[in-house]
């Protein structure tokens, strides 16, 4: 089974601040990688599919990129409203994984 | 607009079987791939399987192999997953997400979801 390593597991930043979270395959995905976030109670959203490219209705804060086998997800402007859990999920080859999860907080 | 309708919260007692539905509206539901994802409290997402309601064919992360069993009604859109021989550790929250692609170039990530079924293993 492909691992994703998923880091940090929590994150406290400012309004407004650039937040970076990133995944590591332990094998090549190539660009089979998504990002969701998810809020208490509620089902993960689509956030970036394909490594790099913003699913509909998405805020373009929030972009993707991939450097070999190492994906991450930033939000160049923090908001109130990306508090939540956000996951990666490899596409690449069953069983399809997930990340550990990041835990990101309003400081 | 796309939606995944689920079934309600189960409170089921060990040893015994459940089945949970997942009701598709605004597309084809032939046309893709249904999976189903686990979230245990406070856990993060597992893969459990897909089903193509198309053909009926199955995929099955090996972990529940044997656990969790697809199935789907064509004329009703809707997607079943039967759970057998609960324990408290498939007490969780059980997901079906559409995927996005075709039969033949699936894409293997998920823009629709169903809301959740909570699933509780208590005597």
């Known amino acids: 089974d492909i691992q994703m390593t998923q880091s940090p597991a929590s994150l406290s930043a400012s309004l407004e601040e650039i937040v970076t979270i990133t995944c590591q395959a332990s094998?090549?995905?190539?660009?089979?990688l998504a990002w969701y976030q998810q809020k208490p109670g509620k089902s993960p959203q689509l956030l970036i599919y394909?490594?790099?490219s913003l699913a509909d209705g998405v805020p373009s804060r929030f972009s993707g990129s991939r450097s070999g086998t190492q994906y991450s997800l930033k939000i160049s402007r923090l908001q109130v409203e990306d508090i939540g859990i956000y996951y990666c999920?490899?596409?690449?080859?069953?069983?399809?994984?997930f990340g550990s999860g990041t835990k990101l907080e309003i400081k | 607009q796309v939606q995944l309708q689920q079934s309600g919260t189960e409170l089921v007692k060990p040893a015994s079987s459940v089945k949970i539905s997942c009701k598709a509206s605004?597309?084809?539901?032939?046309?893709?791939?249904m999976h189903w994802i686990r979230q245990q409290p406070g856990n993060g997402l597992e893969w459990i399987g897909w089903?193509?309601?198309?053909?009926?064919?199955?995929k099955y992360n090996q972990k529940f192999d044997g656990k969790a069993t697809l199935t789907a009604d064509k004329s009703s859109s809707t997607a079943y997953m039967q759970l057998s021989s609960l324990t408290s550790e498939d007490s969780a929250v059980y997901f079906c997400?559409?995927?996005?692609?075709?039969?033949?170039?699936?894409?293997?990530?998920?823009?629709?979801w169903g809301q959740g079924t909570l699933v509780t293993v208590s005597s």
């Open positions: 094998q090549d995905i190539g660009n089979w």
């Open positions: 605004g597309y084809t539901f032939t046309s893709n791939y």
């Open positions: 089903i193509y309601p198309g053909n009926g064919n199955t």
């Open positions: 997400a559409r995927e996005d692609g075709t039969y033949y170039y699936p894409y293997g990530w998920f823009a629709y």
């Open positions: 999920q490899q596409a690449s080859s069953a069983p399809l994984t």
């Open positions: 394909g490594a790099t």
